[in-house]
Each structure stands twice: as C-alpha cells, then as structure tokens.
C-alpha cells in the first residue's frame, strides 16, 4: 500500500504534522528534524498526495514562473534553480514566457486568482507596463528583476551598484572611452546606466551619449549593435555588454572588426551564465548566487501563500564582480 504521512511521521518520530511542515516547507523545522523526516520518505518512497491536499486547503502544488524570454542562458539558469526550489518544497513549476508584455502577466495573475496555481514568480521588464499595479487584486506574487513595486514580495540584485563597481574596475585600469551596450528602455538598463553614470561622475570623467549603444539583449543583438556601430565610430577602450549573452555577440563583432579583447578593447558582462568562464577571454562580469535568489523568491512566496496578508518583503541578493582576462590595464 501506499505510504501515508503518519507512516512517515511513524518512522521519523515525529508528529504528521512535522511531516507536513517538511513537505510544504511553511513553517521553520530544525535541520535534524528535516534530515529524519527526509530520510523516511526516502525509506518509504513517500509521494504527497497533492490532489486529495487540494481538495482540503484549496491548493494545486502548483506555482508558476513568469520570464519575459526563455531564449537566454541566464533565463535557463534562473528557470533550474526555481524548479529545485520548488521541488524541495513538494511543488511543482509551470514555466511561462511574457516577452516582457502585460498581457501575458495578466493572463497568469488571472490563472492564480482562479487558483488554478498557488501563485506565481514573475520577472517584469518595466514598471508602467507591468500588469502588476496598485489598483489590481493580486494574487500571492513575488516579483524578481529590477521592477520593484512596493504592493508586491521583491528580490533583486543591486544593478546601480553593481555596473558602478563594473565601471570603476575598467576606469581603475586606465580605462576612459567606456562603451555601453544595450541601451533599451527597460527597468533594467535603466539601472545599469545610472551605474555607469555614477561611476563616471565619481572619477570626474563626462557623459558621452555617443557611448550608448542600443542592442536587443541576446548575442546577435549585441554582435549586430556592436559591428553598426564601429563602422561609424573609433573603437572604444572598453564594452560593458548589460548581460553576458550581449558580450558573447560582442566578442564576435570585436574579432570581425580585427580588434583583439583585451589587447585593444576590454570586455565585460553581466550576469556571470556559465558559457563566461569558457569564452576566449574568460568574461570579466557581475555574478550571484543563483540557488540563493531562487531560495529566497521560493521562501517568500510560499510564506505568502500561507499568509496573504503579511508585511510585503524586498531582499537584495548580493552580488560580486568576477575579474577574469577580458580585461586588460592600459
């Protein structure tokens, strides 16, 4: 027969409802308990019954996960580690792409307040064309990404701190021509320019606009931007790409060109996607704990499942800056 969980509480020796803790990962339990809990599971192939769980608590086990485009490295990563989060909860993900539109959010809020989902992880590009607004009944929903509205759970990473950081590492080389690509008008770009500004202004050096490169946010973008750009314009000293798929493009339309990374320009990313450390040059970039910013989107919306109506919450993940030989002292 089946395992229920008070064989499982049984064999642990605790109560079902410390079993049930484990499981849905609601309420603080000691690490001794969860290693015993864990192993009888283990020992008794236990499965939760997540659709007779349902029918008492009016709960899928199921959250989904909103990212604006699916085609990029650093959304795959993301994508993994909010499914190993999920499942060491005992809940499953189902992921979604929005292109960044609120339609696509709106269609997801919709499938959480019908309960079709528990709630939802959701990556917004811009903050007026977020379907995530003060006058909109929201379900439980934590944002993750630069948008950062104060009716909703939020973790991100520091973006303005981290490009100044990024910045002030190539300005410490010697570095004064500092090109940047991706220029778009997201929340995200956003904050990376102003950055970059700050770090600028910090070291007395001026604004170029002429340094701004509009790029889309994948590697022919970057390759394409990049190449547009250097027929017109004298080779930068460096390139900060906004992301590290960018940077794979912009390696390619530096080499096309003849210019050697990091002999005549320097080249950094961010998002430090696991293809950085193998390119040539390895990818100076900005990196994170992954598994710790999809532990804490997970944490936080599962504590806002159990409790709609508890104080919103925003958390900075921290960040650092990866030097690696893209980079070179002028």
């Known amino acids: 027969m089946r395992a229920t969980v008070r064989d499982v509480a049984s064999r642990a020796g605790v109560s079902p409802k410390t079993v049930s803790n484990v499981v849905n990962g609601t ?10 809990v864990e192993r009888a599971i283990a020992e008794l192939d236990y499965v939760p019954n ?45 992921i979604e792409e929005t292109r960044g539109e609120a339609e696509g959010e709106q269609r997801l809020l919709s499938r959480a ?36 509205q104060p009716i909703a759970d939020h973790v991100w990473v520091d973006n303005v701190a981290a490009v100044r950081d990024l910045t002030a590492l190539l300005i410490g080389h010697g570095h004064r021509r500092i ?84 002999e005549d320009v320097s080249l950094v990313g961010y998002d430090d996607i696991a293809e950085a450390a193998y390119l040539v040059p390895p990818l100076t970039t900005i990196g994170f704990d992954r598994s710790e910013f999809a532990g804490t989107a997970m944490a936080m919306l599962v504590e806002r499942i159990a409790d709609p109506g508890r104080p919103i919450r925003s958390v900075t993940v921290p960040y650092r800056v990866v030097e690696r030989e893209s980079v070179r002292s002028r």
């Open 27 to 36: 309420v603080p339990v000691s690490p001794a308990t969860r290693e015993r």
């Open 113 to 148: 307040r019908a309960q079709l989902v528990d709630g939802l992880i959701l990556n917004p590009i811009r903050l007026e064309t977020s379907a995530v607004q003060p006058d909109v009944a929201l379900p439980p929903v934590v944002l993750i990404g630069e948008v950062d």
């Open 179 to 262: 090109a940047v690509l991706g220029g778009l008008p997201t929340e995200s770009a956003r904050l990376r320019l102003a950055g970059h500004a700050e770090a600028l202004a910090a070291a007395s050096l001026p604004r170029d606009r002429e340094l701004i490169i509009a790029a889309e946010w994948h590697p022919r973008g970057g390759a394409e931007a990049l190449s547009a750009w250097l027929v017109s314009h004298p080779a930068p000293d460096a390139v900060i790409c906004l992301t590290d798929s960018m940077a794979i493009g912009a390696l390619h339309a530096l080499w096309s060109a003849g210019l050697r990374v990091p």
């Open 50 to 94: 997540f659709s007779a769980r349902g029918l008492r608590n009016g709960r899928s086990g199921m959250i989904a996960l909103a990212l604006p485009d699916l085609d990029t490295a650093y959304s795959s990563e993301i994508a993994h580690h909010v499914v190993q989060a999920a499942e060491a909860r005992g809940l499953s993900v189902q």
